[in-house]
């Protein structure tokens, strides 16, 4: 359902030198200036080309850090780009959480997008579109080439829903490969979403749900 290496790579007995070899391709350069033009100290760390337009607020709270366009281990880093504008807001707390290379995240004017840490990721090619809010919880383990988006993005003239509503994504929820979840779900905590599948409705805590749309087919679930 999503590539669990992260979690894999703590029991190898090398993790030491995979994270030696990851710091190495920070750049420092950017990330330096960035400390200077966000005053967050090193608490962002930037890899690679990241591109960072930041409006309003990247906020990374003491005891956690932001590392943005990570690579993995074997692999160069992709461009990716964090978008902030007028009036909104990306905050980190609880701890470490990483956005893997060639992320795509934008927060349009006055929206908030609030990020546990818990040790969280997010991998390769995510795409996140923010308008209004997004939450995403402590553990996450989000795999490649998912998008998060709380809006439509234009309204549907024979439509009365809002255009935009806020999502929610629970601690230690595991979203696999190519994932889409749509404006206003809630993911409850300890959820799996199935590689592929489309969100719209909410899915229930430790639940598994798969397909287009998206249906629970099992209750109960766990996964470390």
């Known amino acids: 359902m999503g590539d669990a290496s992260d979690s894999a790579l703590v029991r190898t007995p090398n993790y030491f030198g995979q994270k030696l070899r990851r710091m190495a391709r920070v750049s420092w350069l950017r990330t330096f200036f960035g400390v200077l033009q966000h005053r967050q100290g090193f608490r962002v760390l930037l890899s690679g080309s990241a591109r960072l337009v930041v409006r309003g607020t990247l906020e990374v709270e003491k005891g956690s850090v932001l590392r943005f366009n990570e690579p993995w281990p074997f692999a160069n880093t992709e461009r990716a780009s964090l978008i902030i504008g007028r009036g909104a807001r990306l905050s980190v707390h609880g701890g470490n959480f990483a956005f893997k290379s060639g992320a795509y995240v934008e927060l349009f004017d006055n929206a908030q997008l609030r990020v546990g840490g818990g040790d969280g990721y997010i991998s390769r090619g995510v795409s996140i579109e923010c308008r209004r809010e997004i939450t995403i919880g402590a553990g996450v383990a989000i795999s ?71 249906r629970v087919i099992r209750t109960g679930v766990a996964w470390t």
Request: aromatic share 2%; no cysteine; hydrophobic share 50%.
């Open 144 to 214: 490649n080439d998912v998008i998060i988006r709380d809006t439509d993005s234009h309204a549907l003239t024979d439509s009365a829903r809002p255009m935009t509503q806020p999502v929610t994504i629970g601690d230690h929820v595991w979203i696999g490969a190519r994932a889409t979840i749509l404006k206003g779900v809630n993911i409850g905590n300890g959820a799996i979403i199935a590689a592929g599948a489309v969100v719209a409705h909410d899915v229930p805590p430790a639940a598994l749900a798969a397909g287009v749309p998206a």
